[in-house]
């Protein structure tokens, strides 16, 4: 259950209008590392985690922070359009060039759609959509998910840091770096734990057998590239960081013989009316007795 | 550039056509973590990568392989399909259940718009959009993202395995299974070595200065739910992984007057047409002297 | 802010498990009139109203309910999910042809990408997206759009009540179905009381002035079809709903002479490459003419 | 059957180019709530109709204007990007502001794909999809879906009315503003009928017998925030709209013990290689057994 | 203007329901190469068309045509659900296969969100984009377009007769057969015209000078595949068929020294907190002095 | 298998940045008609192809080919982009018009999501997504959608050629431009190959049997406007390009008595909720007895 408190977790109020910037933000509302995206993963992944207790209760709790992350940038968003331009006149753009900037930079949508308000939408006006989420039921991998989010996420409010200098805008960017710095940790604390424990291991998923895997390529560090230095790396040599394989270079693909890319198919049913090599005749014949064998 | 050889990596030939598993192989193809996203990924983040050499090389030998992979899964769903039923009568669902099951549960884009192929999609038919990759300029970040889908793809491969008794599907797959744990471990030791070589550190992005973000919540987690057991984990108490800050628990979200989520904002243009609380005239009078002031 | 907390609004425990009917309780959760889309759709109505009080109070307050139901579904999937039969063999479907059923009918995304569990997904397993979501500012036409979207919700729960004999199901259904007739009822009350108070009237908005518009068409209703009962109803004749005009039934189209979709067009610029009736002369001679009179 | 006029409905003519208007204009053709969403909804509200007469009629006459509407919007759009500049060089910018206003607000594509033409598409580019389309076959509901999208489509006009200031725009925009009172009407007239007939009745689907719903939740106005003034609307207390229930206020949501978010859940499989609470041996024992038990 | 006229063009009634089939005709409504693409391809190719008279008259005929196609299918389908299973329970699925069959084909939208109806949307439920259309103002690039789409349209009514024996249906589908003969037809006379009279010609866009082309590579089939019969085709050697150059074929691309993909690149802005080959030192120096030059 | 080399197939360096034309190249990699639809477009095509040989080979090879032009656009997109201005003050836009420009201008998430870098995106920011790639395993319909985007694509590259002035983009497009026509006629070539040996003919699919077509109907223009420009065409009279059939001129759809779109339907199930002209009763008795009848 969700519950909602008027209060908001940090100030969030610019000193000026700024429709432009206004554009920017909803990336971190509706983008695909904004905060709608790691509220909805962080609900997910709580409701399809299986095993009980603090795992599931920290997933439950960053989600509710996250909603309230995009309730913030939301209500900047609407203070930034409070006074943002309608329409625009040429000699209104002669007189001022800011408006030339201000009338190409911004997002016509939070304008004719939101009436001047925030959307769930992207600083490209793309939708938010769930395809970005990732709730798999295995918390290694999904709190590997989550490290990357948050990191991802942390780089882009560092750049959009840089693209304001309005102070009040800068002090919730501030407070969301310290609150990126802090999920950072916190899902590297909560894999890390995971691992400790044995409740998961590498490689993902541990459970799975590797005796099943085709084990003679389980290190191979093949280059499918004429890059020359691929080879330096310690991907390339070394134990690998799973604790189990070692790793040995191949230097290009070995030629296998093991099957081709270029040999034919041979669809049964000539109904399908693709091109094969049987003769182009109408209701073609081999492809009828097919058909027939075939009881379709 | 690319180039292609007509040999495949590794043998893809099904000992029967499965039409109903050519479905769920489509996951691989064209899905969230599928391998049409790992070679796109790792593509755009050579391209996007602003430093020579070692790493470099590693992204586009990684992406070449992944596009290989992607032809191995689409040679072996049009062999799943050589024999697809195409239609369907009552009299024959009423003689074999089989076949109730395979109407059912078959992509039947992959008979009408394929003709008996594989297509750019996932197991549910969704369309591979590009939304899924992630390629940030910020290496220690996207080999994060790296591994997180590597992870993802090995789980869904292991998923599929147990979802199949053809030998020759389980053949491929096992082979799949070893490349997604090479990949594990290679870009966990890339990243690995980017942080040792001080080429980037936690949190992520390590340049921006975290004097500039509010420290005092860098290290806090503070529970937003009622879960009694999140204060149990090391990320409540200790040191952080990045080693730089130390965790505090804070058992509830402090009531701060910082700011409301229920204040007014005061658009400055009436004839945004939103519900104010100036009286509802037409053309309401006091928008119309803003707008004068705003010169529109 | 939003806080979580563990207990459910309401019980949601199936008798069993039912892997085909997880796929359609989706519906409920990412669909284009599931919980997702009514949850966001309130909380940025909320964002986005300028007017402080009643309304912002009570949007936000359904808004908190609304992800509460997302869960409830979202646990609810996780169970009929338990038991989620992975593959099929042959042999199998034979023996059972309820297991041809199952395999047909279910998400094979719970399956593969989820481990057995919700996805914030519809029915057909497209992704929820924001594109869904109605928030301009007005609330006379915001809570139509919700009056909407809870009758069209409240009709697919009906109608998914019917598609399952579960008891414990139909417990939560049941639940829903009473939620959806106060939120319906809820809306309405809200847009009659905006427009008994004067704060929005129809047509809306209410506040652009309708000597603007070409009042001759306001109230007339053409047939653009040859269907012979439109005019039988009460759009067509009496008075209009807002009080104000009167319909008047104009029984086809008028021939106008004001504009005809046959015309052509000039294109400046011979450099956009259209096909046009200058001739067809490499780099049209007309066409760098006028590029040179516009400066290009 | 839709046959076509070449006589437009209205007249479609700028006073002179505008490039970055016509990016604006986009949201009306293929935005949520542009004309092609009105179109496709009455065309497939009409389809889905199981009752013959004048609602069905309503609905394809009005649909075949709605196209029609799409048609003068396109018409418009190719005129306003008659001399749209293609190009951009420095200097010119230096020259006049009103060039760099114009560069930054266009929709590029109307230039690089449809050679100075409109698209099916809104005014940030997203291509017009049919998650925007409601018909429900409940007519109730759907004509509240019109009158809503009658309501925004209306907002979105009056406001670009005053994002320009070119007399044959705001001609073809006063028409449209008078087309869009009359439909809003007509919806309102035709959901008024059908519950004045008994047809279909509050709340929607009346035909679904209430006794099966948890009737005790039916009317209760819930507080899920903790804003004050939820409790003063309508909404709160007195008489529903549907004239059957009688509102009651609840300020805080009662704490359930009905269910837990935080309750384990329990795949059968082993095999989807969740996380789970069974110790992580490789292939897991007791995994192994449940999947014995149901025969997999 | 569009007019509509309540006759359909051809008979649409199945001899009975049959819920599998009408999910897949779905794809000709809503898919890729369905009845909604053409219509609206169609009417954009019109509206862009900037050369008035039996071009543009052609497309408008056309389109308006198309519009009728989608209501025949729209007509159809929801007869053949007419009498679609809502539920099902264990027994039912024991007793009859054929209900497993039904339960696991069908499109759960249309009997969850349409109340057994067509939606705008294809057979694996992916609802209609936009983004299908082509209208690029070039007329015989567009026509050749029109051409692949009643191409691959036929085809795919082809294999949909074959899908059923439903005699209602197979009309229908042997009228669309026959139109779609027509307008395969149709575009390619167009497309010939155009290139008689020299409006356009190959290559196309004619009009756009081949001395600014790198004409050195205009006709050399270069083999980027190891394939060995790619030179076995009139593609190259010989006439091309433009009729300006001739086919040489090149066996493996030439190794040039015009660029490499592996060169850094050096963002000016050390802000964007890339990973360089600047050392990481916070606020990096030289970044600071780069942005001072560019007084950012 | 793909190889990767680093060496680019063509010099791919701007003389200077340009952050505005940088968002307008994207169309060439990510758009509907950009080099990853070509890409993918004639990998699936191979991949499905069911005849071995010369076909084949020249897809993969052509495949491969177009994978090496996304890398050249991307490579020039990241250095378009290397001295991309971040932000934007007041002052600046007030001393620079040009900043203006480019604030406006430029693709936001190449800078806040890549850090400088292309993404596999539009011009207008949509994410490519594999709706747009055609592969129907019929080689001549392939073929053509083939031949339409390489139209499409060069019409495109002339199109951005006068976008810009910067000698380094022009000669990468000069470049491309002659690829372009490369692809045009090495399609066409294959195309009339194909038709030549007899493989494929006219009407796509040849091998449906036009006995089973209604061919009164397979070449009648019939005139669905009231254009009267339609007759003046070779697709009116005269012999159909399939060397078939002889067009005849049909000035107005005949009104046919075959069907009516105004025809009520019968759900058989009243749980459906839809509005019916049975009486609206709860749980409408009728509706129960056909329930009955029906056995659900």
């Known amino acids: 259950m969700l519950l909602h408190r008027q209060t908001l977790q940090h100030r969030a109020t610019p000193e000026k209008p700024d429709?432009?910037?206004?554009?920017?933000?909803?990336?971190?509302?509706?983008?695909?590392?904004?905060?709608?995206?790691?509220?909805?993963?962080?609900?997910?992944?709580?409701?399809?985690?299986?095993?009980?207790?603090?795992?599931?209760?920290?997933l439950?709790?960053?989600?509710?922070?996250?909603?309230?992350?995009?309730?913030?940038?939301?209500?900047?968003?609407?203070?930034l359009l409070e006074k943002a331009p309608q329409g625009i006149t040429e000699e209104a753009v002669q007189d001022d060039p800011t408006v030339a900037a201000v009338v190409g930079g911004t997002d016509v949508q939070e304008a004719i759609a939101a009436g001047a308000g925030?959307?769930?939408?992207?600083?490209?006006?793309n939708p938010w959509q769930a395809g970005y989420v990732t709730a798999s039921g295995n918390l290694l991998a999904d709190f590997t998910a989550n490290v990357n989010a948050e990191m991802q996420g942390r780089i882009q409010v560092a750049r959009l840091y840089h693209m304001t200098d309005d102070a009040g805008v800068r002090e919730l960017l501030a407070f969301l770096l310290a609150r990126d710095t802090h999920h950072q940790n916190q899902w590297l604390a909560a894999a890390r734990e995971l691992q400790a424990s044995?409740?998961?291991?590498?490689?993902?998923?541990?459970?799975f057998?590797?005796?099943?895997?085709?084990?003679?390529?389980?290190?191979?560090a093949i280059n499918f590239?004429?890059?020359?230095?691929?080879?330096?790396?310690?991907?390339?040599?070394?134990?690998?960081?799973?604790?189990?394989?070692?790793?040995?270079?191949?230097?290009?693909p070995p030629e296998s013989a093991r099957g081709r890319a270029d040999a034919a198919s041979h669809p049964a049913r000539c109904r399908f009316y693709g091109t094969t090599d049987v003769p182009n005749v109408v209701e073609k014949t081999a492809?009828?007795?097919?058909?027939?064998?075939h009881r379709e």
Chains 1, 2, 3, 4, 5, 6 share one sequence.
């Open 287 to 293: 492809g009828a007795v097919q058909d027939r064998l």
């Open 198 to 207: 044995g409740a998961e291991e590498l490689p993902v998923p541990s459970n």
């Open 118 to 125: 925030a959307r769930p939408t992207d600083s490209n006006g």
């Open 19 to 58: 429709a432009v910037y206004a554009r920017k933000l909803q990336e971190l509302i509706g983008g695909q590392y904004g905060e709608i995206t790691v509220a909805m993963q962080y609900s997910f992944q709580a409701w399809n985690a299986h095993i009980p207790g603090k795992y599931k209760d920290l």
């Open 209 to 220: 057998p590797q005796s099943k895997e085709h084990q003679e390529y389980s290190y191979q």
């Open 60 to 79: 439950f709790s960053t989600a509710a922070e996250e909603f309230g992350h995009v309730e913030m940038l939301a209500t900047m968003v609407a203070q």
């Open 225 to 252: 590239s004429d890059g020359e230095h691929m080879a330096d790396g310690p991907w390339a040599s070394g134990p690998a960081p799973d604790g189990i394989g070692e790793f040995t270079y191949i230097p290009t």
